[in-house]
């Protein structure tokens, strides 16, 4: 029996690697998350990733004995957060694109949510003054996790690639940052 303290999210390291992996080809398998086909390996993940800006959210399940369920690192890995730069010129020094996946036995709890608040919490910190993403308009739960989360819709783009052959749409989402000016 466990009791559910909720997630805690945590920065991402390559204790991590194997979970977010895994959770990142769930996302690829699902169809709605990305147009990647294949996961990277972790070299390649971890080297495009904003070290800053990666973070985990890791069940804080406690079996009734007191021990944590999950790895040795800390709990089971529910999902991730990353962040990329999106140009190298100065003037988009405040600019990220996110991505943001949850286990599909994750969903529902509050964990997208907590990742998503860790990466506003760590882009502000940085001096980040816009996030923003490219959301499949069928992938409703994700759109809606944004907008809880003070995203707003800024167009969609469509049509602007294949995927899987056919033609898919993207809605472009960002958040300005109320605190950065």
Known sequence: ???D????VTAMTAGHAAQVLAIYRLGIDEG??????TVPAWEHFEAA????HRHVAVDQAVDADGGQNGDTGGGRVLGWVAAVA??????????VEHSVYVHPAARGRGVGSALLAALIAST????????????FPENTASLALHARAGFRVIGTRERIGRHHGL??????IERRSPVIS
């Open 167 to 172: 033609w898919r749409d993207v809605v472009l």
């Open 1 to 3: 029996m466990s009791t």
């Open 32 to 37: 709605q998350a990305t147009f990647e086909t």
């Open 49 to 52: 990733k904003l070290p800053a």
């Open 5 to 8: 303290a909720g997630p805690r």
């Open 124 to 135: 502000e910190a940085a001096g980040i003054w816009t996030i923003q993403s490219g959301v």
């Open 86 to 95: 999106v140009s190298d010129r100065c003037a988009y020094a405040g600019v």
